[in-house]
C-alpha cells in the first residue's frame, strides 16, 4: 500500500492537514480502512451463509462470497490482507476480523459432522485450508483481467479445489 498521507488527502479533495484530524497518521488510516472492510467481508460472509439450503450449499456460497468481496472492494482486501497491519493491535479490530472466519469454521463444522469423530478434521484446520486456497485463487486470478492467467474462472477454480479437498477428506463422497 504505497501512499503518503498527503495523496490521500489530495485524492479525497481535502486539505493535506484534514487526515489528521481523524487518524494519528497512515498506519491509522490503512487500519481503519481494514476495519471497515472485515466489517462489509463478515456481513457477506454471514449472508452467503444463510443463502445455502445445505451444508454444502451454504459452504460453497461463502466460497464465492470470498471472491466476490475481493473484486468488488479491492482495497479494503489489501488493507485486510496484504498491508501488514496487526490485526490484534486492538480488540474491536480483532473481533471484527474474526466474523468472516467464524462463518467459514462454522460451515465446515456443520459439512463434517457427518464423520466420524476419529476421522473427523478439526473443523478450524478444515476452514483454513479453505481460506488459503481462496486467497491464493484471489491473489492469483481474480484481481486481474479474468482468464488472463487461467482459462478457468476463480469459481471454477475454487469450485474444483474445494471439491478435491473435500473428497479427499471423506467429507463429500467420491465421484462415480
Known amino acids: 500500500m504505497g501512499f503518503t498521507m498527503a495523496e490521500a488527502a489530495k485524492t479525497a479533495g481535502v486539505s493535506a492537514a484534514a487526515p489528521y484530524r481523524h487518524f494519528e497518521g497512515r498506519e491509522d488510516l490503512i487500519r481503519e480502512i481494514a476495519r471497515q472492510g472485515f466489517e462489509i467481508f463478515g456481513d457477506l460472509m ?8 445445505t451444508p ?3 459452504f460453497e456460497s461463502v466460497g464465492r462470497a470470498y471472491l466476490a468481496f475481493a473484486r468488488k472492494y479491492p482495497g479494503n482486501y489489501i488493507a485486510m490482507f496484504e ?8 480488540p474491536e479490530l480483532a473481533a471484527v476480523a474474526n ?19 476419529n476421522k473427523r478434521p478439526p473443523p478450524m484446520m478444515i476452514s483454513q485450508h479453505i481460506w488459503a486456497m481462496s486467497h491464493g485463487i484471489v491473489e492469483l486470478f481474480a484481481r486481474g483481467e479474468p482468464g488472463a492467467r ?21 467429507i463429500l463422497p467420491a465421484d462415480e
Open 46 to 53: 454471514n449472508f452467503a451463509y444463510a443463502k445455502g439450503d
Open 56 to 58: 454444502l450449499a451454504s
Open 83 to 90: 498491508s501488514n497491519i496487526s490485526i490484534n493491535a486492538s
Open 99 to 117: 466474523r468472516g472466519f467464524d462463518v467459514l469454521s462454522k460451515a465446515a463444522e456443520e459439512l463434517s459432522a457427518h464423520l466420524p469423530l
Open 150 to 170: 487461467s482459462p478457468f474462472s476463480p469459481e471454477e477454480l475454487l469450485e474444483t479445489g474445494t471439491g478435491i479437498y473435500l473428497r479427499g477428506l471423506g
